[in-house]
């Protein structure tokens, strides 16, 4: 490694380690839930309009989806390591145990949103609607392997 | 009205009359803090660099204001009549009782979020700076308006 590339690497890591410092496990775990909340909210009236329970409205769907991709993602890295616990979650230990599976999991349902936005531009009601179930399907696979019914502390 | 037009107005009263049935007090509530945490954590990083706390990143700042633009003003609606109480909140009595007034503070953080946006298209990083400035100066004016120092129930 040069000294200037070490340089750069020493205040990279400096400026993340202070990044990290500011982070409380609390403050992470309160994080996740609200960009899970928020993805949530943009969410499930989409999916109400997928399975005919509410008249499907175009204007929503494209904003909602926006919404979605934007936030989709955010709190991948809230879930460092430490941040296991230090507040109420349901987030499960396997997250931290089997971080790769876990990964590849969070991965499908941000592919799922991503091709729902390519839907939304391109596609007619029927497409995304069967894009907006591939986007339940996946949250669903993720919420049952890293989800647990109650919070725990 | 037109018979048409108003089993279209029934109708749509009968939607949002059965989201609103949806939307507990707590739940909103819940949703107006996700979303101010959201925007908070997009926002601080930014601010930071703005006041020299932290080096300036272009791609942090692309990105981080793209979250802020989404997700600003998604929870204004949440603010809606029987909402002002139902679970620990910092949401100040006077929004309730002066809506017009929280309604225009609100519409200025939006509009320095848009500026804000549009001088990350266009401008360099002394005025991304200043935007930055701009944004944070509504926010904490409606903060300091609106937004308790302790939670209330």
Same mark, same amino acid.
């Given at each position: 490694?040069?000294?200037?590339?070490?340089?750069?690497?020493?205040?990279?890591l400096a400026i993340?380690?202070?990044?990290?410092?500011?982070?409380? $496990?609390?403050?992470?775990?309160?994080?996740?839930? +609200?960009?899970?909340?928020?993805?949530?909210?943009?969410?499930? $009236?989409?999916?109400?309009?997928?399975?005919?329970?509410? $008249?499907?409205?175009?204007?929503?769907?494209? &904003?909602?989806?926006?919404?979605?991709?934007?936030?989709?993602?955010?709190?991948?890295? @809230?879930?460092?390591?430490?941040?296991?616990?230090? @507040? $109420?979650?349901?987030?499960?230990? &396997?997250?931290? +145990?089997?971080? *790769?599976?876990?990964?590849? +999991?969070?991965?499908? @349902?941000?592919? @799922?949103?991503?091709?729902?936005?390519?839907?939304?531009?391109?596609? *007619?009601? &029927?497409?995304?609607?069967?894009?907006?179930?591939?986007?339940?399907?996946?949250?669903?696979?993720?919420? *049952? *392997?890293?989800?647990?019914?109650?919070?725990?502390?």
């Amino acid at each position: 490694m040069q000294p200037c590339s070490l340089t750069i690497a020493v205040i990279a890591l400096a400026i993340a380690g202070s990044a990290f410092a500011q982070m409380k $496990p609390e403050d992470e775990i309160r994080y996740r839930q +609200s960009v899970m909340n928020v993805a949530g909210r943009a969410f499930t $009236p989409m999916i109400q309009m997928a399975q005919d329970k509410i $008249p499907y409205n175009r204007e929503v769907v494209a &904003k909602n989806t926006q919404v979605l991709q934007t936030v989709i993602g955010l709190h991948w890295d @809230a879930f460092g390591p430490g941040t296991e616990r230090g @507040a $109420p979650t349901k987030a499960d230990l &396997k997250i931290w +145990s089997e971080p *790769d599976k876990f990964k590849t +999991s969070a991965e499908k @349902a941000q592919e @799922a949103v991503g091709k729902l936005g390519q839907t939304v531009r391109t596609g *007619d009601e &029927k497409e995304v609607k069967a894009a907006l179930g591939g986007v339940g399907k996946t949250c669903k696979g993720c919420h *049952d *392997d890293y989800r647990l019914k109650e919070a725990r502390d």
